[in-house]
Nanobody
Framework: QMQVAESGGDLVQAGGSLRLSCIVS????????LGWYRQAPGKQREMVAT???????IYADSVTGRFTMSADKVKNTVYLQMNSLKPEDTGVYSC??????????????WGQGTQVTVSP
């Protein structure tokens, strides 16, 4: 079973920075797509950033220029660096991992999420 666990969420002031981590209990060398999503209270979950194994990245318009997604294939960890945080960035951030494991099995899993709160 592949486990996905996010961490790094916190309460920060507007304008501050935060780095989220997503530790995957499997090799991500052959990942198909990695993604960060967030859901604010009373709102639908939205895509924040995704990346494919060719290095291509897509960011939501609302975070472009402020957030940076990356992946460390040695540590099997996905990151989301968030700068210039705004109150509207508040929400539960979840990591999604779509990959082929070392046995050649396709897997798609979500973490339980980590809370990010940005105060004005």
């Amino acid at each position: 079973q592949m486990q996905v666990a996010e961490s790094g969420g916190d309460l920060v002031q507007a304008g501050g920075s935060l780095r989220l981590s997503c530790i995957v209990s499997a090799s991500i060398i052959s990942f198909k797509e990695l993604g960060w999503y967030r859901q604010a209270p009373g709102k639908q979950r939205e895509m924040v950033a995704t990346m494919t194994n060719d290095g291509s990245k897509i960011y939501a318009d609302s975070v472009t220029g402020r957030f940076t997604m990356s992946a460390d294939k040695v540590k099997n960890t996905v990151y989301l660096q968030m700068n210039s945080l705004k109150p509207e960035d508040t929400g539960v951030y979840s990591c999604n991992v779509d990959l082929v494991d070392v046995r050649g099995i396709r897997r798609n899993n979500w973490g339980q999420g980590t809370q990010v709160t940005v105060s004005p």
